[in-house]
């Protein structure tokens, strides 16, 4: 079992002056001392805007302040990027920074920003599945002279230098509550990060399917690994935990969760929109008080006892690999997610450690964790 820990990109005004900067990178680089295995950069659903940060950037700058913890993209919208070269070329280098720490969650980007950027979303997944084979090839030492592909044509492509180094680029899928997306991955072998803020059951539908779609692939695939992303708030007692978070939450789910749901046609099949209609009545944005939300597990929040408690209750019922937890959501202060970070570290983490395993030994999964 391996825990990451999630950070969204800061706006430009938030780290306008030195000291706040230096404010947010040491909150950033407080994650590998605290124990931590990885730290998850994403942007949130409205912040693709140049008044945040980019992702790239910051964890750019994370691979020279940081040593050992994995540097993970999470969300990165693959089809709206361009040329898949381009992208390898940036991707690679950031990789090298890094020293192979990097991981790189690709999905499908929200649907409106398909009509923004002029993409067709018709073309989203099979944009997404050439992206990802082009990007195979490269990370495995091809030289490609020639491109044709749904997004993008090229040719007479600069011939890669047999000198450069080669560090293997590990890619991620990050759910939208698509099955395409989960077949794609086992298909590919790859990692699959669900579809979050959603009720428990529906995770654990989700992760069965990847499951399922993965022993399809025959005895000689290797499955990915499976990552759940859960928003997580420690405190003194629970109800300070709920005082000091449950207004940070709200705002969350009402302010940048809701173009999750927003979804053109074409973006996914027939049946998985339906399937996505039928969920909306049990993702964070229709929930509310503190019951619904413990019970679903769209949060962990309240005391240490509590917090562990329903993580070990969660995370057996789930059998994930990796937990992404959320402990910092937009708009709150680096003082606050750094309280919620130490106590989380300090008195849930090294017990999770001892009930689960060490980040080598067997997930709950059953898989040999990486």
């Not at 994650?31 to 912040?47: M, N, R, W």
């Not at 499955?223 to 300070?240: K, L, N, S, T």
Request: hydrophobic fraction near 40%; charged fraction near 20%.
């Amino acid at each position: 079992m391996k825990f990451y820990s999630v950070h969204p990109c800061p706006t430009l005004a938030a780290i306008g002056r030195p000291p706040d900067r230096e404010t947010w990178l040491n909150l950033l680089e407080l994650v590998e001392p605290l124990g931590f295995d990885g730290i998850a950069l994403t942007d949130s659903p409205l912040s693709a805007t140049p008044s945040r940060m980019s992702p790239a950037i910051l964890a750019a700058i994370l691979a020279r302040r940081t040593k050992q913890v994995k540097l993970m993209l999470q969300g990165t919208p693959l089809p709206l990027l361009g040329s898949p070269h381009d992208m390898a070329r940036d991707l690679m280098t950031l990789n090298l920074l890094a020293e192979g720490r990097l991981i790189v969650g690709f999905g499908l980007g929200r649907g409106t920003d398909y009509a923004t950027r002029g993409v067709n979303p018709n073309d989203a997944l099979a944009m997404l599945a050439e992206g990802l084979e082009e990007l195979e090839r490269i990370n495995q030492g091809h030289t490609l002279q020639s491109y044709r592909g749904t997004s993008e044509n090229a040719r007479n492509l600069p011939p890669a230098s047999a000198a450069e180094p080669a560090l293997p680029l590990e890619c991620w899928i990050s759910g939208n509550g698509s099955r395409e997306l989960i077949e794609l991955a086992a298909a590919r072998g790859l990692s699959y990060a669900g579809f979050p803020h959603v009720h428990q059951d529906l995770c654990h539908n989700q992760f069965k399917w990847f499951r399922t779609a993965c022993k399809k692939q025959g005895p000689t695939s290797a499955p990915g690994h499976i990552a759940w992303q859960v928003p997580v708030y420690v405190a003194e007692d629970d109800d300070r935990a709920w005082a000091e978070f449950e207004p940070v939450l709200s705002r969350f789910a009402h302010s940048h969760l809701q173009p999750a749901l927003d979804v053109p046609p074409g973006y996914m099949s027939i049946t998985d929109k339906a399937r996505l209609v039928k969920m909306k009545p049990k993702f964070l944005t229709h929930v509310l008080g503190r019951e619904a939300l413990s019970e679903g597990g769209y949060a962990i929040v309240g005391s240490p006892e509590s917090v562990r408690s329903q993580l070990q209750r969660l995370l057996e019922k789930l059998q994930i690999d990796i937990l992404l937890g959320m402990f910092h959501l937009p708009e709150m202060p680096p003082e606050q997610c750094q309280r919620n970070l130490q106590r989380f570290a300090q008195d849930v983490l090294p017990e999770l450690r001892a009930h689960f395993g060490s980040p080598d030994t067997t997930s709950p999964s059953g898989q040999q964790t990486t």
